[in-house]
T-cell receptor, first 113, second 111 residues
Framework: DAMVIQNPRYQVTQFGKPVTLSCSQT?????MYWYQQKSSQAPKLLFH???????NEADTPDNFQSRRPNTSFCFLDIRSPGLGDAAMYLC????????????FGPGTRLTVL | GQNIDQPTEMTATEGAIVQINCTYQ??????LFWYQQHAGEAPTFLSY????GLEEKGRFSSFLSRSKGYSYLLLKELQMKDSASYLC????????????FGTGTRLTVIP
């Protein structure tokens, strides 16, 4: 089935140790997003790729970077995780067009020790 | 920027009807979405409104008034499995379909 896949589902890292979260999609959608969701809070958009064009939200910390080597894959790199970066990280995809909804992956729950 | 408000929590009885409200302020409105999110899981799409009025989809309906910056999600014949968070999200015209979410309403369905 066409879907959005995130690996790993659970990631534990140490304070300051770089970590990479991955997302892949079989939907062939041209837009991919990364959201951060902390407990009992709304998903917060970090950035998105429109095809190869990277778009950063103004309040996304520099500690967060992203790569999209091809249509199917997108990575979230956290260069120096802090305790405050512990959260669920959601990848989503969509086509570009009115009414196009976002399809979310299952998320990666990041724990920072 | 965006400002989206929803009640934090609601409780309703199995078999009943519940209405979850959402008010929003956004620059360049381009659609409103409702998502359901069970604890520890990803949001799943429920409904989409871009024009005023009611959209019905089985037990779930969503209403939009653009002039009032207001939407609601109506859930009928509540089931225990409907216990979840319901997220209101708006899309603005800047950027490619970026969705900005409210904090969500945690609905608890009781027997």
């Amino acid at each position: 089935d066409a879907m959005v896949i995130q690996n790993p589902r659970y990631q534990v890292t140490q304070f300051g140790k770089p970590v990479t979260l991955s997302c892949s999609q079989t939907l062939n959608h041209n837009v991919m997003y990364w959201y951060q969701q902390k407990s009992s809070q709304a998903p917060k958009l970090l950035f998105h790729y429109y095809d190869k064009d990277f778009n950063n939200e103004a309040d996304t910390p520099d500690n967060f970077q992203s790569r999209r080597p091809n249509t199917s894959f997108c990575f979230l790199d956290i260069r120096s995780p802090g305790l405050g970066d512990a959260a669920m990280y959601l990848c989503a995809t969509s086509r570009d067009g009115p009414g196009e909804t976002g399809f979310f992956g299952p998320g990666t729950r990041l724990t920072v020790l | 920027g965006q400002n989206i408000d929803q009640p934090t929590e609601m409780t309703a009885t199995e078999g009943a009807i519940v209405q979850i409200n959402c008010t929003y302020q956004t620059s360049g409105f381009n659609g409103l979405f409702w998502y359901q999110q069970h604890a520890g899981e990803a949001p799943t799409f429920l409904s989409y409104n871009v024009l005023d009025g009611l959209e019905e989809k089985g037990r779930f309906s969503s209403f939009l008034s653009r002039s009032k910056g207001y939407s609601y999600l109506l859930l009928k014949e509540l089931q225990m499995k409907d216990s979840a968070s319901y997220l209101c999200a708006v899309r603005n015209k800047t950027g490619a379909n970026n969705l900005f979410f409210g904090t969500g309403t945690r609905l608890t369905v009781i027997p």
